[in-house]
């Protein structure tokens, strides 16, 4: 279930379509002071970032936020097990890999302990296709 003050900032952000630094203040300050709760709020801010454009707070927070919660609020923590990589990283590859699920990708890898190979293919998709367009540049 979805908090009815994250469902509000995200239909106020899809609006607009613009989440400012002010937006992301209240987001982290105030919405999500405790950090994501479940994979549906995820979903939703990461459908959420693929539909609008963004102050320069929105992907260092995004990034945080996902981050926290696969690795620091699902069990075992500090391990990225095959469920929580496969549906991260099917979730990230929505509409291809954007700098901030790159980011968020990273990000995982970077701070548990163990990460598995579901995630590292969705990172080594992202280098391989970022080589590719430098090559046809």
């Not at 500090?78 to 990283?89: I, K, S």
Request: aromatic share 6%; hydrophobic share 50%.
């Amino acid at each position: 279930m979805l908090k009815d003050q994250l469902r509000d900032f995200i239909d106020r952000a899809t609006e607009r379509g613009h989440v400012g630094n002010d937006d992301v203040a209240m987001l982290q300050d105030e919405i999500l002071s405790d950090g994501i709760a479940s994979r549906l709020e995820v979903e939703s801010l990461l459908a959420l970032d693929r539909i609008v454009t963004a102050g320069e707070g929105w992907g260092a927070a995004l990034t945080r936020l996902v981050a926290d919660f696969i690795v620091w609020k699902r069990a075992p923590y500090g391990v990225v097990g095959n469920d929580d990589a496969l549906w991260l990283a099917t979730l990230l590859e929505v509409s291809g890999p954007s700098p901030n699920a790159t980011n968020i990708a990273y990000a995982i890898l970077d701070e548990a302990g163990h990460v598995d190979v579901a995630l590292l293919d969705f990172i080594m998709r992202g280098r391989q296709q970022a080589r590719l367009s430098q090559m046809a540049a």
